[in-house]
């Protein structure tokens, strides 16, 4: 079993629409939790962390977690074709950060 | 959040040489890292670089290929020695932000090329 896993995608959702990425993981003591995406040629940047169980809000974006079922997921609401990257889902057990594969979002006009 | 930079941006390397690429911080981390993301692949963290300290290595990375230096809390090397085709890559250096949460931030990335 993979330590962090993401829905493998590609995902491909019209403009506007809610974009759901998922992500479970294996480590049941990992306290933080973290979305970056990833443009192609660049380095991930960081969209979102969450730390304790529930939603977290950061305008269009939504992420979620849930320790008991050791998932984690991010919303993106009104997607625009801007979004089109890789989401990596990144889980931090002591200081060590572990990614998922990574989910390729493709947003359509 | 911390701004982080690298150098080399891209270097085409032959084999059986070595490249050692800096990572600067904007301010002072007592955490930094190095990855390696292979095309099409996500990020595998190389080594935790400690300062004051010899590097903490993951499973499948050594000393002698990989030596790291962290002289102060806003600078890091990573050297890729003895290079070979197998270590086309990009490697990125990342800092934890200490200020608040555990954040970690990404520097642009050395894109490596071993003829």
């Known amino acids: 079993q993979k330590e962090v896993e993401q829905n493998s995608g590609p995902l491909s959702v019209p403009e506007g629409a809610i974009a759901s990425l998922n992500c479970t993981y294996s480590d049941r003591g990992s306290q933080s939790f973290f979305w970056y995406r990833q443009y192609s040629g660049k380095s991930p940047e960081l969209i979102m962390s969450?730390?304790?169980?529930g939603d977290k809000e950061d305008g269009r974006f939504t992420a979620q977690l849930n320790k008991a079922s050791q998932y984690v997921s991010l919303l993106i609401r009104d997607s625009q074709p801007s979004d089109s990257a890789t989401y990596l889902c990144a889980v931090l057990s002591g200081s060590r950060l572990t990614f998922g594969e990574g989910t390729q979002l493709t947003v359509n006009p | 959040s911390a701004v982080i930079s690298q150098k080399p941006s891209r270097d085409i390397c032959q084999r059986g040489t070595s490249l050692t690429i800096q990572c600067q911080v904007d301010?002072?981390?007592?955490?930094m890292f190095w990855y390696r993301q292979q095309p099409g692949q996500s990020l595998t963290l190389i080594a935790t670089a400690n300062q004051g300290s010899e590097a903490t290595y993951e499973s499948g990375f050594v000393i002698d290929k990989f030596p790291i230096s962290r002289p102060n809390l806003t600078f890091s090397t990573l050297t890729v020695s003895n290079m070979s085709p197998e270590d086309s890559s990009i490697y990125l250096c990342?800092?934890?932000?200490?200020?608040?949460?555990?954040?970690?931030?990404f520097g642009p990335g050395t894109r490596l090329t071993v003829t």
């Open positions: 301010s002072q981390v007592t955490m």
């Open positions: 969450i730390y304790s169980n």
């Open positions: 990342s800092a934890q932000d200490t200020s608040g949460g555990y954040e970690q931030y």
